[in-house]
């Protein structure tokens, strides 16, 4: 057990020969590409092998029972064990039977000592990776692999093959090839060594020194915790979770797994920061319990969730919770998940909905909204909520957090965005704070417009985003040509939403514009503040 943080560089043959490893149920199966990464592997490989040393990058590794658990490095290290028994098997081939055993006790097998069996180094979670390893690694003699067998594994073992041969073939004596590539993947090929003593701290190291662009969740991590923690019911919780991953995998919205795991956590037990999601799921939820707790709360929240991801998907919702989750979603309010998320166990959901749509439409166009203490806030109102609290007495104290009136006055005469741009309008043409998105917002006159008459590129930087410039349109695309008065007149104006005002496109000023927004600006916080 090591007891504390331990980093070191080893080389690839000390690693393997004091080691044994196992690949974690929360990492996916080994994925190279015989074509990609596997080339890109033996090409890194191949142009260092005349090196003194080769650095082959991080590996980091948590503590597990008689095994060290692979946090990051699953696929070099599997990799490289597919290498080794390549190698090993062309070794035999040429006659060299110590560099085959030495390769052998090194890299791909090690003694159980309380029964004397040679057990594999590397233990894959995956049964049909495993299996084919295991047969790679048992085999004799090149022929005695199955050269029809279609895996990753096998792809891999065979690219591998190819190219070592090839290798060797370039060189007059072959057998002595096969020395100095067992020498240098033993001995001058390393890698820098992250152990730590749980898997907690690993994940906490990889988030912070990471660069190579993967981004290991800790929902990885919490599936793990979960099977590990549910004794003889894990074949039930490995089946359950996974089905919440279909589910929203099938909405093209894993990646949102995580965020939905935090929310939900956040309803039982107050705001989560991401970073310490996995120690609060590790320390709140053990035992069959604590599970299954977690899971029916996963299970329960998840079609109102996809609704909040998709507010188009294809599931049983009401208008007010469409119109709700479709502002969210356009203004990127994802930090008011959990209170929506609270207001859909009410049986007055909808009221609730558009009390808060009330709230965080204003304070997120005004740009008041953005920042972690705000969510914070909305986070822990939404799980006292939860356990009992007053809707009326939450949603004051909430509604006491927008921006004054004035002030979104002001913001609504700065310059808006396409999304911003298709809220404010929708709500001015529907004279509704809870407005259904209609049509698709384009500017009159758009950005680098050619020989525009009052309307300079100035004057653009000025007022050319504000509400007054934006008109919404049956058209999701802007179309060729509608960057003059004329191409504007005869593309866009056509296309303009019958209940929306037709813009005269030869009275289209900045100053008649500017007009328009400070009218907007006047009436339209009427909608959110006058009740």
Request: overall charge negative; glycine content about 6%.
């Amino acid at each position: 057990m090591v007891s504390q943080v331990d980093a070191s560089t080893v080389s690839a043959g000390t690693l393997f020969s004091e080691s044994k490893f196992f690949v974690p149920d929360y990492q996916r199966r080994y994925s190279w590409l015989p074509k990609t990464q596997i080339d890109e592997f033996w090409a890194d490989l191949s142009d260092g092998v005349d090196d003194a040393e080769y650095f082959l990058g991080l590996i980091i590794l948590a503590d597990g029972p008689g095994r060290q658990e692979i946090v990051d490095g699953q696929q070099r290290l599997v990799t490289l064990t597919i290498l080794t028994n390549a190698l090993r098997l062309i070794a035999l081939m040429h006659g060299r039977r110590l560099v085959a055993e030495s390769l052998r006790t090194d890299f791909l097998y090690a003694m159980n000592f309380e029964t004397e069996a040679q057990v594999t180094r590397i233990q894959l979670t995956d049964p049909a990776d495993s299996s084919d390893l295991r047969t790679l690694l048992e085999a004799e003699s090149i022929r005695a692999i199955d050269d029809e067998a279609n895996s990753p594994i096998y792809d891999a073992h065979r690219r591998l093959w190819g190219h070592l041969e090839a290798d060797l073939s370039k060189h007059e004596n072959p057998a002595l090839r096969v020395g100095q590539w067992s020498e240098f993947v033993t001995k001058r090929l390393t890698f820098a060594v992250f152990k730590h003593p749980d898997r907690g701290a690993a994940f906490r190291v990889f988030e912070v020194i990471n660069t190579r662009g993967k981004i290991l969740t800790p929902t990885e991590l919490i599936k793990s915790h979960l099977i590990g923690t549910s004794s003889d019911h894990r074949d039930e919780t490995y089946r359950r979770w996974t089905e919440i991953e279909n589910q929203l995998d099938s909405t093209g919205q894993l990646d949102q797994l995580t965020t939905f795991v935090r929310h939900v956590v956040s309803l039982d037990h107050g705001y989560v920061i991401p970073r310490d999601l996995y120690d609060v799921v590790s320390k709140r939820y053990s035992g069959l319990r604590g599970v299954e707790s977690l899971l029916a709360s996963l299970e329960s929240f998840l079609p109102t969730y996809l609704q909040m991801l998709d507010p188009g998907i294809d599931l049983e919702s009401t208008e007010m919770q469409m119109r709700a989750f479709s502002l969210a979603d356009a203004l990127s309010m994802s930090r008011f998940r959990p209170l929506f998320l609270a207001a859909s166990c009410e049986p007055n959901a909808d009221e609730l909905y558009r009390a808060i749509v009330d709230i965080v439409v204003p304070g997120t166009l005004a740009g008041t909204f953005g920042t972690g203490s705000i969510e914070a806030q909305f986070t822990r109102a939404a799980r006292r909520l939860r356990q009992g609290a007053s809707w009326d007495a939450e949603l004051k104290k909430l509604g006491d957090l927008r921006p004054p009136r004035a002030e979104f006055e002001l913001r609504l005469l700065r310059g808006l965005n396409r999304s911003q741009a298709h809220v404010v309008r929708s709500a001015l043409l529907q004279n509704d704070p809870a407005p259904i998105l209609m049509g698709f917002p384009h500017l009159v006159r758009p950005k680098n417009a050619e020989n525009w008459p009052g309307f300079s590129e100035e004057r653009f930087d000025q007022v050319g985003t504000t509400i007054g410039n934006w008109v919404l349109t049956t058209m999701e695309r802007r179309p060729p040509g509608a960057r003059t008065p004329e191409g504007v007149k005869q593309k866009i104006t056509s296309k303009v939403l019958e209940c929306e005002i037709s813009p005269n496109i030869d009275e289209w000023t900045a100053d008649a514009v500017e007009s328009r927004s400070a009218d907007v600006s006047n009436s339209l916080p009427e909608l959110w503040y006058g009740h």
